[in-house]
């Protein structure tokens, strides 16, 4: 897979961090098979020293925060682990459904190989609140604020109020296709449709943090082009 330049990826730099724009289908870092491209090769080949502040998983687009020095690394993690980096993550969901600062507060562990579970006795805390931006017939398009930051804990929160990310077929997510969505849509002889988009439809839209002890910036990232596609056929044809 073609991945852009680095440098076309970015949102912001200064002398401390760069701010980029991460496309689907692209680990943030070495994979454990180690072969393939990742965000932090590409970042270390533009910057020498740099350092990877957070993860994506590998199918989520958008902002991602990236320290050019060990000092801003410190800082921009220490923001992380008091939780006062505001993330802002936009998720199609299977379903119309009204979120209305809905708070999910449930715990999660991590039980290995890339899986998680909801578990009130073991889990660590994780809480998101969700709030739904648009309506279409079949699917919402929802605003994901998490507190916390588990792994997956978008993703199995809403799974948890049946209303699974579109496409994510680890929590019951339903990949979109354009023939249950437009009438009359009719498909070729002998041709397999294909999803909208090839990948859960998750995308980190906005983060604020400081970068240094008085500046505060929000950075956001613009949807990549397989989002914007189903949100111009979501408006097309389910609304």
């Given at each position: 897979?073609?991945?852009?330049?680095?440098?076309d990826?970015?949102?912001?730099?200064n002398?401390?961090?760069?701010?980029?724009?991460?496309?689907?289908?692209?680990?943030?870092?070495?994979?454990?098979?180690?072969?393939?491209?990742?965000?932090?090769?590409?970042?270390?080949?533009?910057?020498?020293?740099?350092?990877?502040?957070?993860r994506?998983?590998?199918?989520?687009?958008?902002?991602?925060?990236?320290?050019?020095?060990?000092?801003?690394?410190?800082?921009?993690s220490?923001?992380?682990?008091?939780?006062?980096?505001?993330?802002?993550?936009?998720?199609i969901?299977?379903?119309?459904?009204?979120?209305?600062?809905?708070?999910?507060?449930?715990?999660?562990?991590?039980?290995?190989?890339?899986?998680?579970?909801?578990?009130?006795?073991?889990?660590?805390?994780?809480?998101t609140?969700?709030?739904?931006?648009?309506?279409?017939?079949?699917y919402?398009?929802?605003?994901?604020?998490?507190?916390?930051?588990?792994?997956?804990?978008?993703?199995?929160?809403?799974?948890?109020?049946?209303?699974?990310?579109?496409?994510?077929e680890?929590?019951?997510?339903?990949?979109?296709?354009?023939?249950?969505?437009?009438?009359?849509?009719h498909?070729?002889?002998?041709?397999?449709?294909?999803?909208?988009?090839?990948?859960?439809a998750?995308?980190?839209y906005?983060?604020?943090?400081?970068?240094?002890?008085?500046?505060?910036?929000?950075?956001?990232?613009?949807?990549?082009?397989?989002?914007?596609?189903?949100?111009?056929?979501?408006?097309?044809f389910?609304?």
């Open positions: 897979m073609k991945f852009p330049k680095f440098a990826l970015i949102l912001f730099e002398d401390d961090v760069i701010v980029v724009n991460k496309p689907p289908f692209l680990s943030s870092l070495d994979e454990r098979e180690g072969g393939e491209v990742n965000l932090l090769r590409l970042a270390k080949a533009y910057w020498d020293d740099a350092q990877i502040c957070h994506l998983d590998k199918e989520t687009s958008g902002a991602l925060i990236i320290a050019k020095n060990p000092e801003a690394y410190r800082m921009v220490m923001q992380f682990e008091k939780r006062q980096v505001k993330k802002v993550y936009h998720a969901i299977d379903g119309t459904h009204t979120f209305d600062h809905l708070l999910i507060d449930l715990p999660i562990l991590n039980v290995g190989k890339g899986n998680v579970t909801i578990s009130r006795q073991e889990g660590k805390r994780a809480e609140w969700f709030q739904s931006l648009r309506y279409f017939k079949h919402t398009l929802v605003e994901c604020r998490p507190v916390t930051g588990r792994m997956h804990q978008i993703r199995i929160h809403l799974a948890t109020q049946r209303a699974s990310i579109a496409g994510d680890m929590y019951k997510g339903e990949p979109v296709f354009l023939s249950k969505i437009k009438r009359k849509y498909l070729g002889k002998d041709q397999e449709e294909l999803p909208i988009m090839k990948r859960f998750l995308h980190a906005e983060v604020t943090f400081r970068i240094n002890p008085e500046t505060e910036i929000t950075i956001h990232a613009p949807y990549p082009k397989d989002f914007e596609t189903l949100l111009k056929l979501l408006e097309k389910d609304s």
